[in-house]
């Protein structure tokens, strides 16, 4: 790696973090930076799951204490989300880059959709329901595989599902898709290292970046709207999906 793309990669990683602090989001720029410096779409894929996990922990830590009232009842949804994870990591695994880079457009393209949607599919405060319901096992068993095999947006599809199939505070469904992220992310990682697709020069450079960034964004969440962090996400999810479209 140059010093230049050393630079644009922990850039981007402290965007990606700060912009995860204010709004989500922050697997377009990881991905996007790390295609831009030229790793093969499987390979950049697998590096940005890696960079993203510390956000996935931190985020999880801060609800412990509704993580700590609930996790019994979550049991279920825990164990699908392992299956599911596994079976998407696997899957992408099964793929060689040509083919993966044919479904990379259209991933992008739904990824943008469901973020720039974000808005609207925020779950509402309503009843609580059982959260491991054969409904919500189901959904989550799903929105779990395009975790393991994708992940852009995850964080999103997972809130607007619990929502739809289980209810509650935000806050509690919140607390619920930090915990199911971890073990989604941890299952993939674990395969994407074991398969030999991780990038570890260029992780090892943004891992820092992320961190770096969560915490500065916390001081820009003050300062800065949360649209404004939306626009710029969904801008860069666009230019993405026009540019695996194009090239």
Known sequence: MTVATMLML?????LAGAVNAIAGG?????????????LPPITANATSSITQFPGYITSTLAYRDEIAKSWKSAIALSIVSIVGALGGSLLLLSLDNPSFR???PWLLAAATIIFAA???LKPKASAERPVNSPLSVIAQFFTSIYGGFFGAGMG???LAVLGITSGGTYHHLNALKNLLSILIAA???VIFVSGGVVAWPQALVMIPGVALGGYAGVWMARRVSQTVMRVI??????ALTAYYFIY
């Open 10 to 14: 922990f850039v981007s990683a402290f």
């Open 26 to 38: 922050g697997t377009f720029l990881t991905f996007g930076a790390l295609t831009v410096a030229g």
């Open 102 to 104: 044919q479904i990379v």
């Open 118 to 120: 974000g808005p609207w």
């Open 156 to 158: 999103i599809m997972m």
């Open 187 to 189: 299952v993939a990682i």
């Open 233 to 238: 996400v969904v801008g860069v999810g666009a």
